[in-house]
T-cell receptor, first 117, second 112 residues
């Protein structure tokens, strides 16, 4: 099946520890994204990448880091510098389209729920 | 901030059509209307999108007014599994690499 996988589904970490969330896609999409969702709120963009070995900060990048060494993988590291890391983390991917062509639809993975103890 | 306005909640009887409205009065000519839904504790699911014309797929229909200032998502025969938060989003298409701005959405409850 083609799709986006995120692991693990639930993750617990102790305060002060770094943790890495996995995101893999086999859709051959060029662009990948990381969002964060807090209870009762919309999604906020953390980082995104349009091509291998390149990525850009989103609205709330502080305390997070990413890498894009392979087209199909975009892991997110939540560092100890992130003040409120407990949240639902969502990874998405999309094909790239030229401006004006039908929109570059983003498809989401199932999410990872991170809880800091 | 989200560029769309949706009612916070709606109810629908199982088997009936669910019509979810969305206002986007400041939409630009190159912005598409997207609909996603999110079932509790799952990732958002893409439903449909459109620019000017009405669109239909296996999940839903999207009706966009001629002035493009509002749209309606139609689930023709709602089931209990359609209970979710539905998000209407406008964004520029193409190679923008940009974020999706999710507003508060409409919480649809399908009742037996």
């Amino acid at each position: 099946d083609g799709g986006i996988t995120q692991s693990p589904k639930y993750l617990f970490r102790k305060e002060g520890q770094n943790v890495t969330l996995s995101c893999e896609q086999n859709l051959n999409h060029d662009a990948m994204y990381w969002y964060r969702q807090d209870p009762g709120q919309g999604l906020r963009l953390i980082y995104y990448s349009q091509i291998v070995n390149d990525f850009q900060k989103g609205d709330i990048a502080e305390g997070y880091s990413v890498s894009r060494e392979k087209k199909e993988s975009f892991p997110l590291t939540v560092t100890s510098a992130q003040k409120n890391p407990t949240a639902f983390y969502l990874c998405a991917s999309s094909p790239l389209r030229y401006r004006g062509v039908s929109g570059d639809t983003q498809y989401f993975g199932p999410g990872t729920r991170l809880t800091v103890l | 901030d989200a560029k769309t306005t949706q009612p916070p909640s709606m109810d629908c009887a199982e088997g009936r059509a669910a019509n979810l409205p969305c206002n986007h009065s400041t939409i630009s000519g190159n912005e598409y209307v997207y609909w996603y839904r999110q079932i509790h504790s799952q990732g958002p699911q893409y439903i449909i999108h459109g620019l000017k014309n009405n669109e239909t797929n296996e999940m839903a229909s999207l009706i966009i007014t001629e002035d493009r200032k509002s749209s309606t998502l139609i689930l023709p025969h709602a089931t209990l599994r359609d209970t979710a938060v539905y998000y209407c989003i406008v964004r520029v298409g193409g190679n923008q690499g940009g974020k999706l701005i999710f507003g508060q959405g409409t919480e649809l409850s399908v009742k037996p």
